[in-house]
């Protein structure tokens, strides 16, 4: 992975949806990059714009009310921003393809699994339609789902949330994609599934170099899945480093309190420790740090100056004015 080039860049990516209640700056300013064979993390909150910068990067913003308004996103050193709709759907689903995160509205109900499947294989791929549902009953077969020739005559009602989920991520996988966006791949599995699934990804990436970006809420499957991870709060990037950094030496103080907010066997605790307050409207963003009204260590500068994503560490960014004051704080205090 050392020296390879990016296959993936999103740079300083601004994507707004304009309602009659207002703007709505849902991604303010992303930027990152993958390489083959790599897995980066994305976690934060609902609402921090995880699974708008996916679909920003598939170019499946609708419009209106959404509108990427500026940046530039390039996959192999093209634009994907500067592609037609004809263009991107030849690279939606065979070079980048994504899990969506709620399987019932991704798949059509009035068509069969086999149908569905078998049009996104022959899409992409000169194949028979003898060959593209062969080429279906391996994937549902790969993915876990039990008699799959039978299951592929069935419509998506007839499967569960898991199933349905497993079926998108047969979908996903169908034409090899170089990318895989992964919003919330395995919610609606039991932890069986999710590590079978898991398990698939790992294995079909290290088979075809594939870079994977990978979106949840699970800091649990982070740590055993990623290489690096990008937390986002309020539409930004608020700490970005390798994955044993992010677990070992967490700077930003959102960071701090997803961290805190997880089990932990060793100690016995009466309450999970939780983050006070809510995200903010992102229609009427506060001034200076979008965290500072949460913020257990929270300044009068704070609430007037935004922070930029600055290196405080080799390969480690935050965006937090403690760090640009010098000061040396931790998650312990």
């Known amino acids: 992975m050392n020296g390879q080039e990016p296959i993936l860049e999103v740079k300083d990516v601004h994507t707004h949806f304009f309602t009659k209640n207002g703007t709505v700056k849902a991604v303010d300013g992303v ?44 996959y192999n050193g093209e634009s994907l921003l500067a592609k037609s709709q004809k263009q991107m759907r030849k690279i939606r689903g065979k070079e980048i393809s994504m899990i969506f995160q709620d399987p019932m509205t991704s798949l059509n109900p009035v068509f069969t699994v086999e149908k569905q ?6 899409t992409h791929e000169k194949k028979t339609k003898e060959q593209a549902r062969a080429r279906a009953v391996e994937l549902l077969d790969l993915v876990g789902i039990p008699s799959p020739k039978e299951r592929l005559r069935n419509y998506p009602h007839e499967f569960s949330g898991g199933m349905r989920q497993r079926v998108m991520i ?25 590590a079978q699934i898991l398990d698939l990804l790992n294995k079909l990436q290290k088979e075809l170099g594939m870079a994977i970006i990978m979106i949840t809420h699970d800091l649990g499957v982070v ?28 700077k930003h103080p959102y960071t701090w309190g997803l961290l805190s907010s997880i089990p932990q066997i060793k100690e016995r605790k009466d309450r999970l420790e ?12 506060p001034t200076g740090c979008s965290f500072a009204p949460r913020c257990a260590h929270v300044k009068e500068e704070c609430l007037q100056v935004d922070p930029a994503l600055t290196e405080e560490q080799q390969n480690h960014f935050v965006r937090c004015l403690l760090y640009e004051q010098g000061e040396k704080v931790s998650i312990h205090e």
């Open 274 to 285: 939780a983050i006070p307050g809510l995200p903010p409207d992102l229609r009427n963003l």
């Open 170 to 194: 047969a979908m996903a996988l169908a034409c090899n994609p170089k990318v895989l966006i992964a919003d919330e791949p395995t919610t609606a599995l039991d932890v069986t599934i999710q």
């Open 31 to 74: 930027s990152f990059s993958v390489k083959p064979g790599e897995t980066l993390g994305i976690v934060g909150e609902s609402g921090s714009g995880k699974s708008i910068t996916a679909m920003s990067i598939m170019n499946l913003i609708p419009s209106p009310p959404g509108k990427i308004v500026s940046g530039d996103i390039l």
């Open 223 to 250: 740590a055993e899945v990623c290489d690096r991870v990008m937390v986002m709060y309020a539409g930004k990037p608020v700490e970005f480093s390798e994955v044993n950094e992010l677990f070992s030496e967490p």
């Open 117 to 122: 499947m078998v049009e996104t294989i022959r």
